[in-house]
């Protein structure tokens, strides 16, 4: 039953009821609304309601009439918000947990981890025990894949989601993980459900294959019953008669345990279709039917995967998912879950020195100040504790290079939404002893960046790049109106100005690192209009050194540039070639070639469908072109 308190009840009072409840058998929880407090009397006892009734500071009972009780919308109107540190699963918020179907090794999981993590992910799963059908298929690693499953967590600020599947694992697994998974197999198996509900840990109740609706929430009764409210239901597909796909996505059960639950419902695609390519599109559903999150299996490497390799989804289509995801939410009205990015602690090393006239090997320049993108794309593509050498115009990122001070250099050379970035194309032309070795891509998050303390309300000036700002102007606009938007020369560059200023009513539109590296605060995180604003770099290497860098890399992509003839047909035989030879153009650039008026110098970048036909296909293309050279062959690192 469900006995509603009286607004000014007093505190004995309220005791005096509970003691009630509990003297007759009921199990009683409070519950906080936003317009009264209930009583929750949970129990197989019979009691006449209008004893009850009677109490001082009762204003009225009413039963429950549902089989499940604690679960029920009766019991609890508003929606119940799980809480996994700070990660927040429930309401209007989209959370998403991802990671491989099974942990397969230190390596493996770390790598995984990393990867949805900088895409965007909040939770870590990955299963430890793994029940299958077949006793020998793969069956985990057991304690010492939770040993790995935890490092990852720690070392990738995530909570960890794992399956439990023997009562006599739960005590052990209480002290590696966050959050219980309960599978599909194990819905109902109601000694499992007692032994984790007793621990309170959050949980995640997956739906039987083959279990109605009323039959999914009388296990998550069980669990509650036994000592947790942290329940999170999870929809991941039903045995039917179609065989198209592994299971039949129910995205109906979501708005219809919405409405009989206050439990958040998440969905799993992964499992509810068992075909990768399915996994995105049933993603969008599942949020669009009104889930709460979804838990998405991903692998580094799903053909070799020691289970569901099939349904597992690579790192970059998972990182496409969430672009789609965080472009879906604000036309639902949903607010996607995010923690904050994990920047490299090294950002706030010293630089290398930008001499140049000596030479030190294992430094990566780049254009712009420190904490600029620029840097966050080294340390991503290299390694965290990389040295760098900031430069401040792309001409000495480029001669550091050339001249042996710089190892490496990571210049930038295009953006998703402003386009090419010119003048390091033009400089690749010049420096001919430079190869193209890598790619790497930075999610561009602004960010709104002030001295500690500093409101809204008292910030007069915003300094950045101009196409930050523009990138921004929607945040603008709507929380900043009185604010004057005033160009720098770069965004990391525009903190450092603030910060030199000691001036608290101006402010900067720059990313993260570059609030670590001058110690100051992000007043306002993920201010961008368009989530989907990535920034491509080009990795460069003295072509001396190349050979050994790229040595064991996959050899997927190609980037070359060449002139051709001023008459008609001469661009369309080059491109006939690329065509012939199944190279997909994913850029074709044109630049003026200096002292020659209309004449164009194009620039492509194409992946490679067999790279031991390649060198054919350059001569082919020399043939039909003037002034072809080959500026890099390197592994696709593009989303």
């Given at each position: 039953?469900i006995?509603?308190?009286?607004?000014?009840?007093?505190l004995?009072?309220?005791d005096?009821?509970?003691?009630?409840?509990k003297?007759?058998?009921?199990?009683?929880?409070?519950?906080?609304?936003?317009?009264?407090?209930?009583?929750?009397?949970?129990?197989s006892?019979?009691?006449d309601?209008?004893?009850?009734?009677l109490?001082p500071g009762?204003?009225?009972?009413v039963?429950?009439?549902?089989?499940?009780?604690?679960?029920?919308?009766?019991?609890?109107?508003?929606?119940?918000?799980?809480?996994?540190?700070r990660?927040?699963?429930?309401?209007?918020?989209?959370?998403?947990?991802?990671?491989p179907c099974?942990?397969?090794?230190?390596?493996?999981?770390?790598?995984?981890?990393?990867?949805?993590?900088?895409?965007?992910a909040?939770?870590?799963?990955?299963?430890a025990?793994?029940?299958?059908?077949?006793?020998?298929?793969?069956q985990?690693?057991?304690?010492?894949?939770?040993?790995?499953?935890?490092?990852a967590?720690?070392a990738?600020?995530m909570?960890?989601?794992?399956e439990?599947?023997?009562?006599l694992?739960v005590e052990?697994?209480?002290s590696?993980?966050?959050?219980?998974?309960?599978?599909?197999?194990?819905m109902?198996?109601?000694?499992?459900?007692?032994?984790?509900?007793k621990?309170?840990?959050p949980?995640?109740?997956k739906?039987?294959?083959?279990a109605?609706?009323?039959?999914?929430?009388?296990?998550?009764?069980?669990?509650?019953s036994?000592g947790?409210?942290?329940?999170?239901?999870?929809?991941?597909?039903?045995?039917t008669?179609?065989?198209a796909?592994?299971?039949?996505?129910?995205?109906?059960?979501?708005?219809?345990v919405r409405?009989?639950?206050?439990l958040?419902?998440?969905?799993?695609p992964?499992?509810?279709?068992g075909?990768?390519?399915m996994?995105?599109?049933m993603?969008l559903?599942?949020i669009?039917?009104?889930?709460s999150g979804?838990?998405?299996?991903v692998?580094?490497n799903?053909?070799k995967?020691?289970?569901?390799?099939?349904?597992?989804?690579?790192?970059?289509?998972f990182?496409?998912?969430m672009?789609?995801?965080?472009?879906l939410?604000?036309v639902?009205?949903?607010?996607l879950?995010?923690?904050?990015?994990i920047i490299p602690?090294?950002?706030?090393?010293?630089?290398?020195?930008?001499?140049?006239s000596?030479?030190?090997?294992?430094?990566?320049?780049?254009?712009?100040?420190?904490?600029?993108f620029s840097e966050?794309?080294?340390?991503?593509?290299?390694?965290?504790?990389?040295?760098?050498?900031?430069?401040?115009?792309?001409?000495?990122?480029?001669?550091?290079?050339?001249?042996?001070?710089?190892?490496?250099g990571?210049?930038?050379v295009?953006?998703?939404?402003?386009?090419?970035?010119?003048d390091?194309?033009?400089?690749?032309?010049?420096?001919?002893?430079?190869?193209?070795?890598g790619?790497?891509q930075?999610?561009v998050?602004?960010?709104l960046?002030g001295?500690?303390?500093?409101?809204?309300?008292?910030?007069?000036?915003?300094?950045?790049?101009?196409?930050?700002?523009?990138?921004c102007?929607?945040?603008?606009?709507?929380?900043?109106?009185?604010?004057?938007a005033?160009?720098?020369?770069?965004t990391?560059?525009?903190?450092?100005?603030?910060?030199?200023?000691?001036?608290?009513t101006i402010?900067a539109?720059a990313?993260?690192?570059?609030?670590?590296?001058?110690?100051?605060?992000i007043?306002?995180?993920?201010?961008?209009?368009?989530?989907?604003?990535?920034?491509?770099?080009?990795?460069?290497e003295?072509e001396?050194?190349a050979?050994?860098?790229?040595r064991?890399?996959?050899?997927?992509?190609?980037?070359f540039l060449?002139?051709?003839?001023?008459?008609?047909?001469?661009?369309?035989?080059?491109?006939?070639v690329?065509y012939?030879?199944?190279?997909?153009m994913?850029?074709?650039?044109?630049?003026?070639?200096?002292?020659?008026?209309?004449?164009?110098?194009?620039?492509?970048?194409?992946?490679?469908?067999d790279?031991?036909?390649?060198?054919?296909?350059?001569?082919e293309i020399?043939?039909?072109?003037?002034?072809?050279r080959?500026?890099?062959v390197?592994?696709n690192g593009?989303v």
């Amino acid at each position: 039953m469900i006995v509603i308190l009286k607004k000014g009840i007093t505190l004995e009072e309220k005791d005096k009821v509970a003691s009630t409840l509990k003297g007759y058998g009921f199990m009683v929880r409070e519950i906080v609304g936003e317009n009264e407090t209930v009583l929750g009397a949970v129990g197989s006892v019979h009691v006449d309601p209008r004893i009850i009734e009677l109490l001082p500071g009762v204003s009225s009972v009413v039963p429950i009439s549902k089989p499940y009780k604690l679960a029920s919308r009766e019991l609890k109107k508003d929606d119940t918000i799980v809480t996994l540190g700070r990660v927040r699963i429930g309401g209007n918020r989209v959370c998403v947990m991802a990671g491989p179907c099974a942990v397969e090794s230190y390596d493996q999981i770390m790598t995984i981890a990393e990867k949805v993590r900088e895409a965007g992910a909040v939770v870590l799963r990955g299963g430890a025990f793994k029940p299958r059908p077949s006793p020998y298929s793969f069956q985990g690693l057991g304690e010492e894949g939770l040993k790995y499953l935890q490092a990852a967590g720690k070392a990738f600020d995530m909570p960890v989601v794992t399956e439990v599947v023997s009562p006599l694992d739960v005590e052990m697994m209480t002290s590696y993980i966050d959050m219980f998974q309960i599978g599909a197999r194990n819905m109902q198996n109601f000694e499992l459900l007692k032994a984790v509900g007793k621990t309170g840990m959050p949980v995640l109740l997956k739906r039987g294959m083959s279990a109605t609706i009323e039959e999914w929430l009388m296990a998550a009764e069980y669990l509650m019953s036994s000592g947790t409210d942290q329940v999170v239901l999870c929809e991941r597909g039903i045995r039917t008669y179609e065989r198209a796909t592994r299971n039949t996505l129910d995205c109906s059960a979501i708005p219809v345990v919405r409405k009989l639950s206050h439990l958040p419902v998440i969905g799993d695609p992964s499992h509810a279709t068992g075909i990768r390519d399915m996994v995105a599109p049933m993603s969008l559903s599942l949020i669009a039917a009104g889930a709460s999150g979804i838990e998405v299996e991903v692998h580094n490497n799903p053909e070799k995967a020691c289970s569901d390799g099939p349904q597992s989804l690579y790192p970059q289509q998972f990182e496409k998912l969430m672009r789609d995801i965080e472009a879906l939410c604000p036309v639902l009205g949903k607010t996607l879950e995010k923690t904050p990015r994990i920047i490299p602690q090294s950002i706030k090393e010293p630089s290398a020195s930008v001499d140049l006239s000596t030479s030190e090997n294992n430094v990566v320049a780049f254009q712009e100040e420190r904490g600029a993108f620029s840097e966050l794309a080294a340390r991503r593509f290299f390694n965290e504790d990389v040295k760098v050498l900031p430069c401040h115009f792309f001409k000495d990122a480029f001669d550091a290079v050339s001249s042996g001070k710089a190892s490496f250099g990571v210049i930038p050379v295009e953006n998703a939404l402003g386009g090419t970035v010119y003048d390091p194309l033009d400089l690749i032309k010049v420096h001919s002893e430079l190869k193209v070795v890598g790619e790497t891509q930075v999610r561009v998050v602004h960010n709104l960046i002030g001295f500690p303390g500093t409101k809204l309300e008292d910030i007069r000036k915003v300094y950045s790049h101009p196409q930050a700002i523009a990138q921004c102007r929607q945040f603008l606009e709507r929380e900043l109106p009185w604010a004057e938007a005033i160009p720098f020369f770069d965004t990391a560059g525009a903190v450092g100005f603030v910060k030199e200023s000691g001036d608290h009513t101006i402010a900067a539109i720059a990313g993260s690192p570059a609030a670590l590296f001058h110690n100051m605060e992000i007043l306002r995180q993920g201010i961008e209009t368009n989530p989907s604003n990535y920034t491509r770099f080009y990795i460069l290497e003295r072509e001396d050194n190349a050979s050994a860098f790229t040595r064991g890399r996959k050899k997927e992509k190609a980037s070359f540039l060449f002139n051709v003839s001023d008459e008609p047909g001469a661009l369309m035989n080059v491109l006939e070639v690329l065509y012939k030879r199944g190279l997909n153009m994913q850029k074709l650039e044109s630049r003026p070639i200096p002292g020659k008026p209309w004449e164009y110098t194009f620039y492509v970048d194409a992946l490679i469908p067999d790279y031991s036909q390649f060198e054919e296909t350059c001569r082919e293309i020399a043939s039909q072109s003037v002034g072809f050279r080959l500026l890099g062959v390197y592994e696709n690192g593009l989303v």
